[in-house]
């Protein structure tokens, strides 16, 4: 079992940042990889990142490509996406994925298996 706790989503103007991150706990966290995806009222859930095991190998949604980051601290079991120069579009519940089944990035939501809460991004025009 493998739990996994978001925190950072919050309101902001357009153009500005925020960070996620998401703590997990469970199994040992440097054995697989993570994802970042996103939901929005009315839409479908959305690729936004993914990093490897040991963050070697990282992919993202072309929709973020150069303006979101996503890392993570195996001492600290963290993943975390940094979020630059947000639009309204950004708007969603952002969720942390773990595929406990692969250590490498993936990008498709089926192969990741545990799931946070969801935390809540709000970008204002």
């Known amino acids: 079992q493998v739990q996994l706790v978001e925190s950072g989503g919050g309101l902001v103007q357009a153009g500005g940042s925020l960070r996620l991150s998401c703590a997990a706990s469970g199994r040992t966290f440097s054995n697989y990889g993570m994802g970042w995806f996103r939901q929005a009222p009315g839409k479908e859930r959305e690729f936004v990142a993914a990093?490897?095991?040991?963050?070697?190998?990282?992919r993202y949604a072309d929709s973020v490509k150069g303006r979101f980051t996503i890392s993570r601290d195996n001492a600290k079991n963290t993943v975390s996406l940094q979020m630059n120069s947000l639009k309204p579009e950004d708007t969603a519940v952002y969720y942390c994925?773990?595929?406990?089944?692969?250590?490498?990035?993936?990008?498709?939501?089926?192969?990741?298996?545990?799931w946070g809460q969801g935390t809540q991004v709000t970008v204002s025009s």
């Open positions: 994925a773990a595929n406990t089944w692969s250590s490498s990035s993936s990008v498709r939501s089926y192969e990741y298996n545990y």
């Open positions: 990093i490897s095991y040991n963050g070697g190998s990282t």
